[in-house]
Protein backbone atom coordinates (compact mmCIF):
# COMPACT_ATOMS: atom_id res chain seq x y z
CA UNK A 1 0.00 0.00 0.00
CA UNK A 2 1.59 3.73 -1.32
CA UNK A 3 0.72 6.42 0.50
CA UNK A 4 0.66 9.83 -1.32
CA UNK A 5 1.27 13.17 -0.36
CA UNK A 6 -0.60 16.44 -0.93
CA UNK A 7 1.29 18.53 -3.72
CA UNK A 8 0.23 21.88 -2.37
CA UNK A 9 1.20 21.13 1.48
CA UNK A 10 4.88 22.11 2.15
CA UNK A 11 4.05 20.07 5.20
CA UNK A 12 3.89 16.25 3.60
CA UNK A 13 3.43 13.56 5.84
CA UNK A 14 3.03 9.84 5.00
CA UNK A 15 1.18 7.73 7.70
CA UNK A 16 2.63 4.02 8.17
CA UNK A 17 0.40 0.96 8.80
CA UNK A 18 0.00 0.00 12.36
CA UNK A 19 -0.33 2.46 14.97
CA UNK A 20 3.41 3.31 15.92
CA UNK A 21 5.27 5.40 12.94
CA UNK A 22 5.09 8.65 10.99
CA UNK A 23 7.26 10.03 8.99
CA UNK A 24 7.39 13.68 8.06
CA UNK A 25 9.62 16.52 6.80
CA UNK A 26 8.99 18.90 9.39
CA UNK A 27 11.10 21.53 9.01
CA UNK A 28 10.90 21.70 5.14
CA UNK A 29 14.50 20.03 4.84
CA UNK A 30 14.25 17.56 7.26
CA UNK A 31 12.63 14.03 7.39
CA UNK A 32 11.29 12.75 10.86
CA UNK A 33 9.87 9.52 11.49
CA UNK A 34 7.55 9.70 14.76
CA UNK A 35 7.54 6.30 16.52
CA UNK A 36 4.66 5.61 19.15
CA UNK A 37 6.55 4.74 22.56
CA UNK A 38 5.26 2.78 25.56
CA UNK A 39 4.43 5.81 26.98
CA UNK A 40 1.46 5.83 24.36
CA UNK A 41 3.49 9.47 23.09
CA UNK A 42 5.29 9.88 20.13
CA UNK A 43 8.84 10.67 19.80
CA UNK A 44 10.67 11.23 16.39
CA UNK A 45 13.28 8.28 15.76
CA UNK A 46 15.25 9.70 12.87
CA UNK A 47 15.72 13.53 11.70
CA UNK A 48 17.33 13.52 8.51
CA UNK A 49 18.63 16.72 7.15
CA UNK A 50 17.72 16.76 3.20
CA UNK A 51 20.21 18.86 0.79
CA UNK A 52 16.82 20.99 -0.30
CA UNK A 53 13.31 21.09 0.41
CA UNK A 54 11.58 18.39 0.43
CA UNK A 55 7.85 18.49 -1.26
CA UNK A 56 6.05 15.48 -1.57
CA UNK A 57 6.52 12.09 0.09
CA UNK A 58 5.34 8.07 -0.72
CA UNK A 59 6.18 5.65 1.26
CA UNK A 60 5.72 1.56 0.88
CA UNK A 61 5.44 -0.11 3.62
CA UNK A 62 6.62 -3.63 2.33
CA UNK A 63 10.03 -2.54 1.08
CA UNK A 64 10.22 0.52 4.06
CA UNK A 65 11.17 2.23 1.01
CA UNK A 66 10.85 6.45 1.38
CA UNK A 67 10.50 8.70 -1.93
CA UNK A 68 11.23 12.01 -1.62
CA UNK A 69 10.53 14.71 -3.95
CA UNK A 70 12.03 17.92 -3.74
CA UNK A 71 11.91 21.36 -4.73
CA UNK A 72 15.00 21.15 -6.96
CA UNK A 73 13.17 18.35 -9.71
CA UNK A 74 15.01 15.46 -8.01
CA UNK A 75 13.41 12.27 -6.31
CA UNK A 76 15.57 10.67 -3.28
CA UNK A 77 14.97 7.15 -2.20
CA UNK A 78 15.70 6.05 1.08
CA UNK A 79 15.27 2.42 2.70
CA UNK A 80 14.50 2.47 6.64
CA UNK A 81 15.89 -0.24 8.73
CA UNK A 82 13.30 -2.53 10.69
CA UNK A 83 13.01 -0.61 13.68
CA UNK A 84 12.56 2.45 12.10
CA UNK A 85 15.55 4.11 13.49
CA UNK A 86 17.92 4.23 10.64
CA UNK A 87 17.67 5.62 7.20
CA UNK A 88 20.03 5.16 4.11
CA UNK A 89 19.80 7.02 1.13
CA UNK A 90 19.28 4.43 -1.77
CA UNK A 91 19.22 6.22 -4.75
CA UNK A 92 18.14 9.75 -6.42
CA UNK A 93 16.75 10.76 -9.65
CA UNK A 94 16.80 13.42 -11.66
CA UNK A 95 13.18 13.21 -12.78
CA UNK A 96 12.12 17.35 -12.89
CA UNK A 97 12.96 20.37 -13.93
CA UNK A 98 11.22 21.99 -11.23
CA UNK A 99 9.41 21.45 -8.10
CA UNK A 100 8.58 17.52 -7.72
CA UNK A 101 4.51 17.74 -7.26
CA UNK A 102 3.63 14.67 -6.93
CA UNK A 103 5.72 11.29 -5.93
CA UNK A 104 4.52 7.57 -6.50
CA UNK A 105 6.33 4.43 -5.68
CA UNK A 106 4.34 1.77 -7.56
CA UNK A 107 5.91 -1.74 -5.87
CA UNK A 108 4.31 -4.83 -8.40
CA UNK A 109 5.68 -3.21 -11.30
CA UNK A 110 9.21 -1.47 -9.40
CA UNK A 111 8.01 1.81 -11.01
CA UNK A 112 8.52 5.60 -9.52
CA UNK A 113 5.42 7.99 -10.77
CA UNK A 114 6.53 11.62 -10.25
CA UNK A 115 4.88 14.91 -11.20
CA UNK A 116 6.56 18.43 -11.39
CA UNK A 117 5.60 22.04 -12.24
CA UNK A 118 7.67 21.71 -14.94
CA UNK A 119 4.44 20.19 -16.65
CA UNK A 120 5.96 16.56 -16.86
CA UNK A 121 5.03 13.48 -15.83
CA UNK A 122 7.75 10.74 -15.56
CA UNK A 123 8.25 7.06 -14.85
CA UNK A 124 11.95 5.50 -13.71
CA UNK A 125 13.27 1.83 -13.11
CA UNK A 126 13.50 1.94 -9.54
CA UNK A 127 15.86 -1.44 -10.17
CA UNK A 128 17.90 0.13 -12.79
CA UNK A 129 17.35 3.60 -12.20
CA UNK A 130 16.42 4.75 -15.71
CA UNK A 131 13.84 6.86 -16.98
CA UNK A 132 11.44 4.75 -18.57
CA UNK A 133 8.96 7.51 -20.17
CA UNK A 134 7.50 10.80 -19.53
CA UNK A 135 4.49 12.68 -21.23
CA UNK A 136 3.33 16.67 -21.21
CA UNK A 137 0.33 17.38 -19.15
CA UNK A 138 -1.56 20.39 -19.82
CA UNK A 139 -0.85 22.48 -16.44
CA UNK A 140 1.41 21.64 -13.82
CA UNK A 141 0.14 18.38 -11.39
CA UNK A 142 -1.88 17.95 -8.05
CA UNK A 143 -3.14 14.99 -8.27
CA UNK A 144 -1.68 11.39 -9.40
CA UNK A 145 -2.94 7.81 -8.67
CA UNK A 146 -2.48 4.74 -10.42
CA UNK A 147 -4.51 1.49 -11.17
CA UNK A 148 -1.52 -1.65 -11.26
CA UNK A 149 -3.67 -4.16 -12.76
CA UNK A 150 -4.40 -2.27 -16.11
CA UNK A 151 -1.37 0.30 -15.94
CA UNK A 152 -3.56 3.32 -16.17
CA UNK A 153 -2.61 6.55 -14.31
CA UNK A 154 -5.13 8.79 -13.59
CA UNK A 155 -3.11 12.85 -13.56
CA UNK A 156 -5.36 15.78 -11.95
CA UNK A 157 -3.88 19.37 -12.82
CA UNK A 158 -4.00 22.92 -11.95
CA UNK A 159 -6.35 23.53 -15.30
CA UNK A 160 -9.01 21.71 -13.71
CA UNK A 161 -8.72 18.34 -16.02
CA UNK A 162 -8.31 14.69 -14.87
CA UNK A 163 -6.07 12.68 -17.86
CA UNK A 164 -6.20 9.37 -17.88
CA UNK A 165 -3.05 7.17 -19.38
CA UNK A 166 -2.68 3.61 -19.93
CA UNK A 167 1.34 2.92 -19.52
CA UNK A 168 3.48 0.82 -21.64
CA UNK A 169 6.92 0.16 -20.64
CA UNK A 170 8.44 3.03 -22.29
CA UNK A 171 5.97 4.79 -23.86
CA UNK A 172 1.93 6.21 -23.13
CA UNK A 173 -0.95 6.53 -24.50
CA UNK A 174 -3.98 9.25 -24.07
CA UNK A 175 -7.37 7.39 -23.00
CA UNK A 176 -9.79 10.13 -22.03
CA UNK A 177 -9.80 13.73 -20.25
CA UNK A 178 -12.31 14.24 -17.79
CA UNK A 179 -13.54 17.89 -17.69
CA UNK A 180 -15.58 18.59 -14.62
CA UNK A 181 -14.20 21.18 -12.20
CA UNK A 182 -14.14 24.72 -12.58
CA UNK A 183 -11.32 24.74 -10.37
CA UNK A 184 -7.78 22.86 -10.04
CA UNK A 185 -7.30 19.48 -9.22
CA UNK A 186 -6.48 19.02 -5.93
CA UNK A 187 -6.58 15.64 -5.08
CA UNK A 188 -7.49 12.10 -6.41
CA UNK A 189 -8.29 9.26 -4.98
CA UNK A 190 -9.09 5.80 -6.93
CA UNK A 191 -10.46 2.74 -5.66
CA UNK A 192 -9.09 -0.43 -7.47
CA UNK A 193 -11.57 -2.75 -6.28
CA UNK A 194 -15.18 -0.54 -7.31
CA UNK A 195 -13.35 1.46 -10.42
CA UNK A 196 -13.94 4.48 -9.19
CA UNK A 197 -12.03 8.00 -9.42
CA UNK A 198 -12.61 11.00 -7.09
CA UNK A 199 -11.37 14.30 -7.50
CA UNK A 200 -11.52 16.50 -5.46
CA UNK A 201 -10.97 20.93 -6.23
CA UNK A 202 -10.55 23.82 -5.50
CA UNK A 203 -14.31 24.87 -6.40
CA UNK A 204 -15.03 23.16 -3.15
CA UNK A 205 -16.51 19.97 -4.76
CA UNK A 206 -15.58 16.56 -5.41
CA UNK A 207 -16.41 14.49 -8.46
CA UNK A 208 -17.10 10.77 -8.50
CA UNK A 209 -16.28 9.55 -12.03
CA UNK A 210 -17.65 5.45 -12.06
CA UNK A 211 -15.02 4.10 -14.23
CA UNK A 212 -15.73 0.82 -13.55
CA UNK A 213 -19.42 0.96 -14.23
CA UNK A 214 -19.26 1.31 -17.73
CA UNK A 215 -22.13 4.08 -17.69
CA UNK A 216 -19.49 7.13 -17.34
CA UNK A 217 -21.60 8.67 -14.82
CA UNK A 218 -19.96 11.40 -13.07
CA UNK A 219 -21.71 12.07 -9.66
CA UNK A 220 -21.04 15.26 -7.60
CA UNK A 221 -20.58 15.59 -4.04
CA UNK A 222 -21.31 19.07 -2.11
CA UNK A 223 -20.31 19.19 1.25
CA UNK A 224 -17.56 21.54 1.92
CA UNK A 225 -17.22 25.30 2.00
CA UNK A 226 -13.82 25.29 0.84
CA UNK A 227 -10.52 24.04 -1.44
CA UNK A 228 -11.18 20.28 -0.95
CA UNK A 229 -7.43 19.40 0.20
CA UNK A 230 -7.38 15.68 0.45
CA UNK A 231 -9.32 12.73 -0.33
CA UNK A 232 -8.92 8.57 1.14
CA UNK A 233 -11.31 5.90 0.43
CA UNK A 234 -12.37 3.20 3.04
CA UNK A 235 -12.92 0.36 0.52
CA UNK A 236 -13.79 -2.30 3.73
CA UNK A 237 -16.59 0.35 5.02
CA UNK A 238 -17.50 2.16 1.59
CA UNK A 239 -16.83 5.05 3.26
CA UNK A 240 -15.08 8.18 1.06
CA UNK A 241 -13.35 10.68 3.35
CA UNK A 242 -12.68 14.31 2.24
CA UNK A 243 -11.08 17.37 4.14
CA UNK A 244 -10.96 20.77 3.29
CA UNK A 245 -8.95 23.81 3.99
CA UNK A 246 -11.38 25.05 6.56
CA UNK A 247 -10.62 22.25 8.48
CA UNK A 248 -13.35 20.37 7.56
CA UNK A 249 -14.01 16.39 7.70
CA UNK A 250 -16.96 14.91 5.22
CA UNK A 251 -17.36 11.43 5.67
CA UNK A 252 -19.50 10.40 2.77
CA UNK A 253 -21.32 6.90 2.87
CA UNK A 254 -20.72 5.50 -0.59
CA UNK A 255 -23.10 2.76 0.45
CA UNK A 256 -26.00 4.13 -1.34
CA UNK A 257 -26.85 4.48 -5.22
CA UNK A 258 -26.39 8.00 -5.61
CA UNK A 259 -27.96 10.19 -8.51
CA UNK A 260 -26.27 12.33 -11.53
CA UNK A 261 -27.18 16.07 -11.49
CA UNK A 262 -28.74 16.75 -14.20
CA UNK A 263 -28.21 18.89 -17.11
CA UNK A 264 -29.29 23.13 -17.01
CA UNK A 265 -31.64 23.20 -18.91
CA UNK A 266 -31.72 26.47 -21.13
CA UNK A 267 -35.48 28.66 -22.13
CA UNK A 268 -35.89 31.91 -22.65
CA UNK A 269 -38.96 31.77 -19.97
CA UNK A 270 -39.65 29.92 -17.04
CA UNK A 271 -40.55 26.38 -17.86
CA UNK A 272 -42.74 26.51 -15.04
CA UNK A 273 -44.88 29.83 -14.62
CA UNK A 274 -43.70 30.91 -18.76
CA UNK A 275 -43.01 34.11 -17.46
CA UNK A 276 -39.95 35.49 -20.04
CA UNK A 277 -36.75 36.28 -18.77
CA UNK A 278 -34.96 39.09 -19.32
CA UNK A 279 -32.98 38.85 -22.21
CA UNK A 280 -36.32 37.36 -24.66
CA UNK A 281 -36.90 41.02 -25.81
CA UNK A 282 -39.06 39.93 -28.04
CA UNK A 283 -41.50 37.94 -26.09
CA UNK A 284 -41.18 40.76 -23.72
CA UNK A 285 -42.39 43.58 -26.40
CA UNK A 286 -45.48 41.69 -27.23
CA UNK A 287 -46.41 40.52 -23.45
CA UNK A 288 -45.32 43.93 -22.38
CA UNK A 289 -43.94 41.57 -19.73
CA UNK A 290 -41.09 42.81 -17.45
CA UNK A 291 -38.17 40.13 -17.73
CA UNK A 292 -37.12 38.12 -15.11
CA UNK A 293 -33.98 36.60 -13.61
CA UNK A 294 -32.96 32.62 -14.79
CA UNK A 295 -32.45 30.16 -11.91
CA UNK A 296 -32.03 26.15 -12.41
CA UNK A 297 -33.70 24.05 -10.03
CA UNK A 298 -30.82 21.43 -9.11
CA UNK A 299 -33.09 18.35 -8.97
CA UNK A 300 -34.69 18.67 -12.32
CA UNK A 301 -32.57 21.02 -13.95
CA UNK A 302 -35.32 23.26 -15.77
CA UNK A 303 -34.70 26.92 -16.18
CA UNK A 304 -37.23 28.45 -13.42
CA UNK A 305 -37.74 32.26 -11.94
CA UNK A 306 -37.14 32.91 -8.30
CA UNK A 307 -41.01 32.89 -7.64
CA UNK A 308 -41.10 29.40 -8.68
CA UNK A 309 -38.54 28.37 -7.05
CA UNK A 310 -38.29 30.38 -3.63
CA UNK A 311 -37.90 27.34 -1.56
CA UNK A 312 -34.75 24.89 -0.53
CA UNK A 313 -33.46 21.64 -0.02
CA UNK A 314 -30.84 19.39 0.48
CA UNK A 315 -30.93 16.46 -2.12
CA UNK A 316 -28.37 13.93 -0.71
CA UNK A 317 -28.63 11.89 -3.07
CA UNK A 318 -27.84 13.93 -5.78
CA UNK A 319 -24.55 14.82 -3.79
CA UNK A 320 -26.15 18.08 -2.17
CA UNK A 321 -25.52 18.02 1.59
CA UNK A 322 -26.43 21.50 1.77
CA UNK A 323 -29.75 23.13 0.99
CA UNK A 324 -30.09 24.29 -3.19
CA UNK A 325 -32.38 25.94 -4.86
CA UNK A 326 -35.03 23.88 -6.05
CA UNK A 327 -38.64 24.50 -8.17
CA UNK A 328 -41.44 24.39 -6.51
CA UNK A 329 -43.01 20.79 -7.96
CA UNK A 330 -39.47 19.40 -7.03
CA UNK A 331 -39.45 20.48 -3.59
CA UNK A 332 -43.04 18.92 -3.08
CA UNK A 333 -41.65 15.78 -4.01
CA UNK A 334 -38.81 15.63 -1.63
CA UNK A 335 -39.88 13.39 1.30
CA UNK A 336 -37.85 13.69 4.63
CA UNK A 337 -36.67 9.78 3.76
CA UNK A 338 -34.73 11.44 0.72
CA UNK A 339 -33.40 14.24 2.97
CA UNK A 340 -31.69 11.68 5.06
CA UNK A 341 -28.25 12.90 4.87
CA UNK A 342 -25.65 10.51 3.58
CA UNK A 343 -22.77 11.86 4.88
CA UNK A 344 -21.13 13.20 8.39
CA UNK A 345 -19.81 16.45 8.99
CA UNK A 346 -16.52 16.86 11.50
CA UNK A 347 -14.49 20.03 12.37
CA UNK A 348 -10.77 19.17 12.82
CA UNK A 349 -9.81 22.65 13.91
CA UNK A 350 -6.66 23.48 12.11
CA UNK A 351 -6.32 24.39 8.31
CA UNK A 352 -5.72 20.96 7.10
CA UNK A 353 -2.71 20.88 4.01
CA UNK A 354 -2.84 17.22 4.38
CA UNK A 355 -4.90 14.45 5.13
CA UNK A 356 -3.95 10.16 5.56
CA UNK A 357 -6.17 7.26 6.04
CA UNK A 358 -4.21 3.94 7.61
CA UNK A 359 -7.57 1.35 6.89
CA UNK A 360 -5.77 -1.71 8.58
CA UNK A 361 -6.02 0.94 12.31
CA UNK A 362 -8.59 3.08 10.56
CA UNK A 363 -7.09 5.83 11.52
CA UNK A 364 -7.36 9.13 10.31
CA UNK A 365 -3.67 12.16 9.87
CA UNK A 366 -4.57 15.16 9.49
CA UNK A 367 -1.76 17.89 9.20
CA UNK A 368 -1.92 21.76 9.29
CA UNK A 369 -0.84 24.96 8.48
CA UNK A 370 -0.39 25.56 12.35
CA UNK A 371 2.51 22.71 11.71
CA UNK A 372 0.26 20.30 14.03
CA UNK A 373 -0.51 16.64 13.81
CA UNK A 374 -3.78 15.35 14.47
CA UNK A 375 -4.14 11.83 14.78
CA UNK A 376 -8.25 10.66 14.90
CA UNK A 377 -8.55 7.07 16.19
CA UNK A 378 -10.67 4.65 14.59
CA UNK A 379 -12.85 7.34 12.57
CA UNK A 380 -16.12 5.52 11.38
CA UNK A 381 -19.11 7.24 10.43
CA UNK A 382 -21.12 7.11 13.77
CA UNK A 383 -18.52 6.39 16.40
CA UNK A 384 -16.03 9.31 14.91
CA UNK A 385 -16.61 12.43 17.35
CA UNK A 386 -17.48 10.39 20.25
CA UNK A 387 -14.25 8.44 19.52
CA UNK A 388 -12.09 11.21 18.70
CA UNK A 389 -8.85 11.26 20.18
CA UNK A 390 -6.34 14.35 18.91
CA UNK A 391 -2.91 13.48 19.40
CA UNK A 392 -1.42 16.79 19.21
CA UNK A 393 2.25 17.81 18.85
CA UNK A 394 3.50 21.01 18.03
CA UNK A 395 6.69 20.55 16.61
CA UNK A 396 9.84 20.93 16.77
CA UNK A 397 9.70 22.78 20.12
CA UNK A 398 7.78 19.84 21.79
CA UNK A 399 9.35 16.35 20.24
CA UNK A 400 12.66 17.32 19.28
CA UNK A 401 15.07 15.14 20.41
ZN1 LIG B 1 -41.77 31.02 -12.88
ZN1 LIG C 1 -37.39 20.99 -10.31
Redesign the pocket.
Known amino acids: MAAFCSPSSNLPVVYLPGECVHILPTWSVTIRVWLKRDSGQYWPSVYYTMPTTCSCMSFNPETRRLSVGTDTGAVSEFILSEDYNKMTPARTYQAHQGRVTVVLFVLEIEWVLSTGQDKNFTWHCSESGQQLGTYRTAAWVSGLQFDVETRHVFVGDQSGQVTILKLEQDNCSLVTTFKGHTGNVTALCWDPVQRVLFSGSSDHSIIMWDIGGRKGTAIELQGHNDKVQGLCYASHTRQLISCSSDGGIVIWNMDVTRQETPEWLDSDSCQKCEQPFFWNFKQMWDSKKIGLRQHH??????A?CGKC?SKRSTIPLMGFEFEVR??????E?ITDEDRAPTATFHDSKHSIVYMHYEPTTGNLLTSGTDKVIKVCLSVCCIQWSRSEAHYQTRHPDTYMI
Open positions: CRKCGQVSVCDSCHS
